[in-house]
């Protein structure tokens, strides 16, 4: 788990390096409708190279507003990055880590969860590290786009414990948690017709 912890503090710190280089991007992932008082949202970021982007396919049949993965899409949730958006309900980000850290250690009271410093320069984000009993890590980013939002996300990946591909993964993944925007989504209308 310290080697875990150790490898995500240099991810973060190099991560934030190249977030602010980058100067942020525009390459709109996901987006959602309008719901009630929440207007329609997009949340956008760069993908790391050799990642495919999917919101409409894959994420879609399991239920995940979209995922980036290397390869052939297996099903499988391991190395897989996810991003999820929902409703805002708990009144702060702190409350949404409480609550996901409860449920997390409810179905593996072995496991092991540790909260991680995110620096994402568009939006205040927490993260943690879960050490399953199962040796499946997961790490989890959880962000807040602001109250005028409506909306709170998270981006996750997990891993198994021993992968020995884990330092890239966490590499592109801190690159992606910590250069995620929130923008209002405006739908491009057709063209009109003469």
């Not at 499988?76 to 990055?81: A, D, Y």
């Not at 702190?94 to 969860?113: M, S, T, V």
Request: aromatic share 8%; glycine share 10%; with cysteine.
């Amino acid at each position: 788990m310290r080697r875990v912890l150790m490898m995500l503090a240099l991810c973060v710190g190099a991560a934030g390096v190249q977030a602010a280089a980058a100067g942020g991007s525009d390459d709109v992932l996901a987006h959602g409708v309008r719901d009630g008082a929440a207007p329609a949202w997009a949340i956008a970021v760069a993908s790391p190279p050799g990642w495919t982007r999917d919101c409409c396919t894959y994420a879609k049949a399991i239920g995940v507003d979209a995922v980036l993965y290397q390869g052939e899409w297996t099903g499988k949730p391991e190395r897989v990055m996810v991003l999820n958006v929902w409703p805002r309900k708990l009144s702060t980000l702190a409350d949404e880590l409480a609550a996901d850290r409860k449920q997390y250690l409810r179905r593996d009271p072995q496991g092991k969860a540790t909260d991680i410093r995110i620096h994402n320069p568009h939006m205040p984000c927490q993260g943690v590290v879960y050490e399953g009993s199962d040796h499946v890590d997961d790490v989890v980013v959880f962000c807040d786009p602001g109250t005028a939002s409506g909306i709170r996300l998270s981006w996750s990946m997990s891993f198994a414990d021993g992968d020995p591909g884990k330092r890239p993964l966490l590499d592109a993944f801190m690159r992606v948690a910590t250069d995620s925007g929130y923008q209002r989504y405006v739908a491009l209308s057709a063209p009109k017709k003469p």
